[in-house]
């Protein structure tokens, strides 16, 4: 079904003190790029509940990405090694039930890597436009 | 989407199992039972002998209008009675073939109260594990390629075996469910409950008989470490008998699971495996219990430099899926073979 | 719902009213609206007036990054009644004007405009929670990072009580000879602001004593301190010193790091704080029934009190500073270097001990074995640190620095004396640091030798040094009177039991742990308890002063506020639904959480991050105006489709 122009849909947990932050720094910086990802603001990557991920991409998303301080940064010191083992095991247990563990990304970006930012959602979208729509999510 | 019962909430107001004082004093006027199997391995039938001699008195009070594993009734004699006529129908097993689906609507039509009875009624149960496959691999596999169901020679063709559906249900897939029995099999505790209230006062419709909280609350063993340096199956550990078994290495969904069965498996080492579904807040049992064990795993101090001895310890957890959704995944993931499962694989909901 | 133009930041992109028209038909949006400059004080009274009439129960602002005005945004709303946690800013500039291009730009600001609509529904109104606290401050350790930050606390105008175990304050400072680089005497620098501390009317000295047990969080800590009885009325002795000469018992001096003798009744040294004699029990003959008791028959002033018990205080705390200080890696721990049994091997702290004019040999520099005057002197550096395989692996910042001083004093005290130093690197990282090492190197006469030191060993009366030059190649063998190990710094043994006790984490190596390591650097993960001196890590004295001075104020930052105030967007448990499974607590950096049959949250500790509510299995445990629910609506907000516009409107 990857067909032509398709536009993934993605949503974003962003944490604030990071990748949030460094999404504001893409923005003053006024980088382009693919305006398919909604962000969701949360104050750390260790707040993401894998059940979010699953309700995004059973909601209509074809992928979920959630951005995180790099290790050692996090604002609350462990949170992102919380969300790094949840995403490990939860990528494990989407391919078990045939879900591309790609469609989830789980990206350190820090709040002065805007360019940093704006290529990943770059990239994202690239991946996910070759892996095509998911299937039976919800949009069709 | 995740099929959650309307209402789950309110309390149960009685948390301990009673199997003594069963029966009003006064005359009850017999109610008129019904317990029905559909994809199911018979255990739930069963269950209810686990009552003891307070099964005596449960069966003096009730009146067995159809129960296939007891009482040589068939579904013609369902389809004669009229609308509402059956009190309670109890039905356990998964959803597994047309005609599953088409006694669960029939004895809707004839019940005032169905109950779903048993984790495969109640989530979809262990084979609902098979909605890890299509339906067409699954039949592929068991009977070969291209096998249709035909009825036995020199049969009519109502006599062919069922379709299977799309894919292995939950009661409440098909019909409104009005209360639930959970467990594999449910727990004499919660039949006991179970019965205490259909012969006496009813609860609000969609109560779960069994605990709003966590087992954990229930268990005896010591929670202290919490930290999981290693995954061991229950095969590979003699469990200290008072510690925690998910201090031990045991993957035990206790913590996510309902309380209500006494804590049966762990106190005997273990592990809960989560028959009891999960507790009314936690959403997708499985992925809540993977969010809180990827937590609760260490391997020295956290930080990069363990991330790769992280990744060994949750490595160590084989088949996933099965060990986090064992009874659930029918109830959470709704189509076979992932949300991908378009075409052929998209439910079994008409 | 209020969308900004940001001039043509946002509009230039975005098209304003088409979003405001999308949002208008939003379930639960009863007034939409666009506007040039929504952070404007036009701007601000939209949104004030449209709270008044339509009397809105929540309010999102499409505008810029949250960062930027959602105090502004907030604080407008509260004026006109509106709670401001009720109110949310759609990032729409940063995250979508300034970065996306065409109708997808406006797509996107829709969607993003109405995941915060979807978690205004959801949020709750809340107040700031607020705590009293006690207006005290606990230092703990009474070295110099310790006074200082005793001193400063207390002359801000707080009480103060200052710990420390042994029977006197100055710590390791105190058993110093000169400091680097510019060599004044140690101990002249430090006992004023010993004394000053001794003598300031808001500092209680407690010496003597240990902290047994702290509950409580910040700003309301309740900690209990034992005091061991000297058996000596501080106030009685005159130091007249008669008790010492007549007790029977000798045991080693911890003072002169065991290079003289000290009797059970003691002084540390001439200039302790309080300056009084302690009978060590540990070391008397026996008190309980008393076994000799010389020493109260010679004490003229009757100063000696046998029937003293120790003490128990209870007290109230609003903050905690820890400066339990250093000790060195122990020289047996060094098979390489003789495990500690040659006599004339030494650490740094010895060395010390006999540079200082108040040392066991009165500053003549005379090695331990046979009191001569050592010519050959071999110094180590890094000794047992930077030796992950073996020892510490981190580097203990001071040797380099003290080696040189010790080199340099050397030569002054025995001119025709010969130093050797083995080196890994110089780190002369300090004001005046470098120049220092280059003059010991260059116009000291001291030799330099970069290396490790294979092997030390006895042979006679020399002590044999076997290294190798690793910028010659050649292997070097020295026959040395005397060797001084500059041994790791390490954290003062029971000092990561104390932290245990305060819930302040401890590194791998028992150093506290700061609460970030950029930004945080005073402060433990626990609030309210902050750290000064080399307990945090290897510091030198410069250092431990400032950081003693920089947790003062964290201190004292508490204790003046009138209340302390915090978020209210805290993780919260419903108690009908924890089991008391406890996967929760140790998830927590902040030691927020506790459990008995259910867990509790710390609402002053909770700084919101949220990973026990993502953690709790049970879905017991949620964080206030973000729950699920919360964020499966906004999901679904993000993602179902736009519809098409009601009809075109000018943009
Ligand atoms: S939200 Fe974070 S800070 Fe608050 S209690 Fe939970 S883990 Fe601790
Ligand atoms: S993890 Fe959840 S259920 Fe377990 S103790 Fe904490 S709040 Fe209670
Ligand atoms: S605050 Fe950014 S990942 Fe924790």
Not at chain 2, 207 to 225: G, I, Q, W
Request: hydrophobic residues 40%; aromatic residues 6%.
């Amino acid at each position: 079904m990857a067909e032509a122009g398709f536009e993934p849909r993605i949503v974003a947990f962003l944490c604030r003190w990071c990748a949030g932050a460094g999404a504001d720094l893409a923005g003053t910086s006024r980088l382009q790029y693919p305006p398919n990802a909604i962000p969701i603001r949360v104050n750390c990557s260790g707040r993401v509940e894998p059940s979010w991920v699953v309700d995004a991409l059973r909601s209509g998303a074809d992928g979920v990405l959630i951005g995180g301080c790099h290790p050692g940064d996090c604002h609350y010191m462990v949170g992102n090694y919380k969300a790094r083992r949840r995403v490990y095991l939860l990528r494990k247990v989407l391919e078990e039930l045939g879900v591309e563990p790609e469609r989830v990304r789980l990206e350190w970006v820090s709040a002065t890597e805007g360019a940093r930012f704006a290529r990943v959602m770059t990239e994202f979208v690239e991946e996910l436009r070759r892996l095509g729509p998911l299937q039976g999510n919800g949009q069709g | 989407m995740t099929e959650k019962l309307e209402g789950m909430s309110p309390r149960s107001q009685e948390n301990s199992p009673r199997t003594s004082d069963l029966s009003p004093v006064t005359h009850h006027p017999s109610l008129k039972l019904a317990v029905y199997w559909t994809g199911s391995c018979g255990g739930c039938d069963v269950s209810f002998l686990e009552l003891g001699a307070a099964l005596l008195d449960v069966l003096s009070k009730v009146e067995i209008v159809f129960w296939p594993a007891l009482v040589d009734a068939k579904r013609a004699d369902v389809e004669a009675l009229p609308a509402g006529a059956i009190d309670v129908a109890l039905i356990n097993g998964t959803l597994r073939t047309e005609e599953n689906r088409e006694m669960a609507e029939l004895l809707r039509e004839k019940s005032k109260l169905i109950v779903a009875y048993g984790a495969c009624a109640h989530l979809g149960g262990i084979p609902g594990l098979a909605n890890l496959s299509q339906r067409e691999e699954i039949l592929a596999a068991v009977f070969g390629d291209g096998f249709r169901p035909t009825p036995p020679p020199g049969g009519s063709p109502e006599d062919a075996p069922p379709e299977l559906l799309a894919a292995a249900l939950p009661l409440s897939a098909a019909v409104r469910v009005d209360y639930v029995v959970p467990g594999c099999p449910p727990p004499p505790g919660l039949i006991s409950r179970t019965f205490d209230a259909l012969l006496g006062e009813l609860p609000p419709t969609g109560h779960v008989f069994a605990s709003e909280k966590a087992l954990c609350e229930e268990c005896p063993r010591t929670k202290e470490d919490r930290r999981l340096t290693k995954v061991v199956r229950p095969h590979e550990l003699l469990p200290d008998p008072e510690k925690c078994l998910l201090d031990q290495g045991m993957i035990c969904l206790g913590p996510v699971t309902r309380g209500g069965c006494d804590a049966a498996c762990p106190k005997a080492g273990m592990p809960c495996t989560g028959c009891l579904g999960p507790t009314p807040n936690a959403g997708d049992q499985g992925l809540a219990m993977l969010s809180a064990l990827a937590s609760l795993v260490r391997a020295g101090e956290e930080g990069e430099a363990a991330f790769a001895s992280e990744d060994k310890v949750l490595d160590a957890i084989v088949d996933p899926v099965g060990t986090f959704h064992k009874y659930a995944l029918p109830a959470t993931w709704k189509v076979p073979s992932s949300l991908r499962g378009g075409g052929s694989g998209r439910g079994g909901r008409p | 719902m209020f969308v900004c133009h940001c001039g043509k930041n946002i509009a230039g992109t975005v098209d304003v009213a088409r979003v405001s028209e999308a949002l208008a038909r939003h379930p639960g949006v009863v007034y939409a609206t666009h506007h040039e400059y929504m952070c404007s004080e036009p701007g601000q009274e939209l949104l004030r007036r449209a709270i008044r009439e339509h009397r809105l129960t929540g309010a999102v602002v499409a505008a810029c990054s949250p960062s930027m005005h959602e105090t502004t945004f907030r604080r407008a709303a509260a004026s006109a009644g509106l709670n401001p946690y009720l109110v949310e800013i759609a990032n729409i500039r940063e995250q979508c004007s300034w970065v996306h291009e065409g109708p997808a730009a406006t797509d996107k600001a829709i969607r993003v405009a109405r995941t915060m609509v979807e978690k205004v529904k959801g949020n709750h109104p809340l107040t700031p929670v607020e705590v009293g606290h006690a207006e005290k401050c606990l230092v703990v350790g009474g070295g110099i990072a310790g006074i200082q930050a005793a001193l400063d606390v207390a002359d801000a105008g707080f009480e103060v009580l200052l710990v420390e175990k042994s029977p006197t304050i100055g710590g390791r400072m105190a058993q110093l000879s000169e400091t680097f680089p510019t060599l004044d005497c140690s101990q002249c620098i430090l006992t004023p602001k010993m004394v000053e501390a001794a003598h300031h009317p808001r500092i209680r000295l407690l010496t003597y004593s240990e902290v047994e047990e702290v509950s409580g969080f910040i700003g309301n800590y309740h900690v209990r301190i034992r005091k061991k009885p000297t058996y000596v009325n501080p106030d009685r002795c005159n130091l007249c010193g008669e008790c010492a000469k007549v007790c029977p018992i000798r045991v080693p001096s911890e003072f002169d790091c065991g290079l003289s003798e000290r009797a059970a009744i003691y002084i540390p040294f001439p200039q302790a704080v309080p300056s009084s004699y302690t009978l060590d029990e540990g070391s008397c003959l026996g008190l309980v029934p008393l076994r000799c008791g010389e020493c109260a028959k010679v004490c003229e002033p009757r100063a000696i009190d046998f029937d003293m018990h120790e003490e128990l205080l209870e007290e109230d705390v609003g903050a905690i500073i820890l400066a339990t200080g250093y000790e060195l890696y122990p020289k047996e721990a060094m098979a390489e270097y003789g495990h500690g049994t040659v006599p004339d091997v030494i650490d740094g702290l010895q060395f010390e001990r006999i540079l200082s004019a108040s040392g066991p040999t009165r500053g003549e520099v005379r090695r331990p074995s046979d009191g001569r005057v050592p010519k050959e002197v071999v110094f180590i550096q890094c000794s047992g640190s930077r030796d992950p395989e073996l020892h510490k692996p981190y580097c203990s910042k001071i040797c380099c620095m003290y080696t040189a001083k010790h080199a340099l004093l050397f030569r002054h005290a025995v001119p025709d004396g010969k130093a050797y130093v083995f080196y890994i690197d110089i780190r002369a990282g300090g004001k005046g640091y470098e120049e220092f090492v280059n003059r010991a190197m260059e116009e000291e006469g001291i030799l330099y030798l970069r290396g490790k030191v294979a092997k030390v060993f006895r042979d006679g009366d020399k002590v044999m040094v076997w290294g190798v030059d690793t910028l010659t190649g050649k292997r070097v063998e020295v026959a040395a009177d005397l060797v001084v190990l500059a041994q790791a710094v390490v954290p003062t043994t029971g000092a990561p039991e104390l932290a245990r006790k305060l819930r302040a984490a401890v590194d791998a190596h028992g150093f506290l742990q700061e609460a970030h390591p950029k930004l945080r650097p005073l402060e433990a993960l626990t609030g309210g308890i902050f750290l000064a001196g080399a307990a945090h890590a290897p510091k030198d004295i410069p250092e431990a002063v400032a950081q003693g001075s920089g947790a003062a104020a964290k201190a004292v930052a508490i204790l003046s506020a009138p209340v302390l105030t915090h978020s209210p967007e805290v993780a919260e448990v419903d108690e009908a639904l924890c089991s008391g499974c406890r996967i929760c607590a140790p998830q927590c950096p902040y030691t927020a959480i506790t459990v008995d049959e259910v867990a509790h949250v710390n609402e002053i500790l909770c700084e919101g991050c949220g990973t026990c509510v993502a953690a709790c299995p049970s879905g017991a445990m949620t964080m206030r105006n973000l729950s699920d629910v919360q964020v499966q609506s906004m999901i679904r907000a993000a993602l179902s489709e736009v519809p098409e516009p009601a009809e075109v409107k000018g943009g």
